[in-house]
């Protein structure tokens, strides 16, 4: 099983840019596909971003579509989130996944492998 850690939370004001890393160790980083989610305070944790297997395919969710870019280098085991003109309501715990499938999708919480523990982001207004 991969255990995912990320990092690079924190507080920014609205319009700033922020990027989340996650780490990954154990052979099966590779084969899957890696995913974001974010969940505020009240409200169901939703997706985010997907990125295929090798980085070659991604989706977005409609909300950070234009804003947010999801990539990954497998040679480092790791996962990025590069989030541009951040909103108040990008403000989250943000969790990196690894899904049940080589390829992408609008991703649910029941179709992740692995979790990890999540990063706070804050955006001020």
């Known amino acids: 099983q991969v255990q995912l850690v990320e990092s690079g939370g924190g507080l920014v004001q609205t319009g700033d840019s922020l990027r989340l890393s996650c780490a990954a160790s154990?052979?099966?980083?590779?084969?899957?596909?890696m995913a974001w989610f974010r969940q505020a305070p009240g409200k169901e944790r939703e997706f985010v971003a997907s990125?295929?297997?090798?980085?070659?395919?991604?989706l977005y969710a409609e909300s950070v579509k234009d804003r947010f870019t999801i990539s990954r280098d497998n040679a480092k085991y790791t996962v990025y989130l590069q989030m541009n003109s951040l909103k108040p309501e990008d403000a989250a715990v943000y969790y990196c996944?690894?899904?049940?499938?080589?390829?992408?999708?609008?991703?649910?919480?029941?179709?992740?492998?692995?979790w990890g523990q999540g990063t706070q982001v804050t955006v001020s207004s």
């Open positions: 996944a690894q899904v049940s499938s080589a390829g992408i999708g609008s991703w649910r919480p029941g179709d992740v492998r692995s």
């Open positions: 154990g052979r099966t980083f590779r084969t899957y596909g």
């Open positions: 990125i295929n297997w090798n980085g070659g395919s991604t």
